[in-house]
């Protein structure tokens, strides 16, 4: 994965593309999104960056702007939960899918070369050229059968 140091670097050049100035606050939201992996809501990030950083000011707006910034610039990906919203994680991990349990919201992910080989196959059948795709596979973890 891309050291944090290069990858500071692009979100400051992102920041001064879109004319936004760089911030504890909105570094705090990258750094946080690089050092744990998972699925995190906007809620949750917010709720853990007070909890480790009480001393400094973070609105709620900030962590939503900040996510909707790096995830326009690919640095953060989404998965939707509909009207529950969305969960964020770093973007530049390697790729993967993911199951997702409808009863207790786990996130497992994985990867299959069959799954990535088939995609591409039925790509060029209808003379489409991927670019990117998401896969999300929803139903019953172990656990909440």
């Known amino acids: 994965m891309i050291e944090y140091s290069l990858l500071l670097e692009k979100f400051q050049t992102l920041l001064k593309e879109n004319t936004l100035k ?6 705090l939201v990258l750094k946080f999104l690089y050092e744990n992996d998972g ?11 007070k909890q480790q950083h009480p001393e400094i000011n973070i609105g709620i707006a900030t962590v939503y702007r900040t996510l909707s910034l ?32 409808t009863k207790c919201a786990k996130i497992i992910e994985f990867f299959d070369k069959t799954i990535e080989e088939r995609q591409e196959d039925i790509a060029k059948e209808f003379n489409f050229k ?12 172990e656990d909440c059968q």
């Open 22 to 27: 760089f911030t504890k606050q909105r570094e």
């Open 39 to 49: 699925h995190f809501t906007p809620e949750d990030i917010y709720t853990l960056l």
């Open 70 to 101: 790096l995830e326009a610039s690919q640095i953060a990906s989404s998965i939707s939960f509909g009207v529950q919203g969305k969960k964020y994680e770093l973007g530049l991990k390697k790729h993967h899918d993911h199951l997702i349990c």
């Open 130 to 141: 991927m670019t990117d795709h998401t896969m999300k596979i929803v139903g019953l973890c």
